[in-house]
């Protein structure tokens, strides 16, 4: 079974960084799609990234040129590196293991998420 721990949110002030993290542990992970969905209290969940095994990237067009996706397959994790940070960006980051291997699967697993808060 797989499961999923994220790590790396916090509170930061705008325009400061932040790198999330998700490790996932179960069999054949690193076949698998993963990425991060942001949900912000009122607003509509948003998938804020994707990475494919192969190395297919996929970032929310709102995010792009601030927030980037990588992956280690070797450990089974992926990294969100988010940069010049908004209040708008705050929210419950989840990351998710995918159903295949295509940028777009949808989400098979869960993380429990982790929270960002950016505030001055």
């Known amino acids: 079974q797989v499961q999923l721990v994220e790590s790396g949110g916090g509170a930061v002030q705008p325009g400061e960084s932040l790198r999330l993290s998700c490790r996932a542990s179960?069999?054949?992970?690193?076949?698998?799609?993963m990425g991060w969905y942001r949900q912000a209290p009122g607003k509509q969940r948003i998938l804020v990234a994707a990475?494919?095994?192969?190395?297919?990237?996929s970032v929310h067009v709102s995010l792009k040129g601030r927030f980037t996706i990588d992956r280690d397959n070797s450990v089974d994790t992926i990294y969100l590196q988010m940069d010049g940070l908004q209040a708008g960006d705050s929210g419950t980051y989840t990351c998710?293991?995918?159903?295949?291997?295509?940028?777009?699967?949808?989400?098979?697993?869960w993380g429990q998420g982790t929270q960002v808060t950016v505030s001055s």
């Open positions: 998710y293991v995918a159903t295949g291997d295509l940028v777009n699967s949808p989400p098979a697993v």
């Open positions: 179960g069999s054949n992970v690193f076949r698998s799609t």
């Open positions: 990475m494919s095994p192969g190395g297919t990237k």
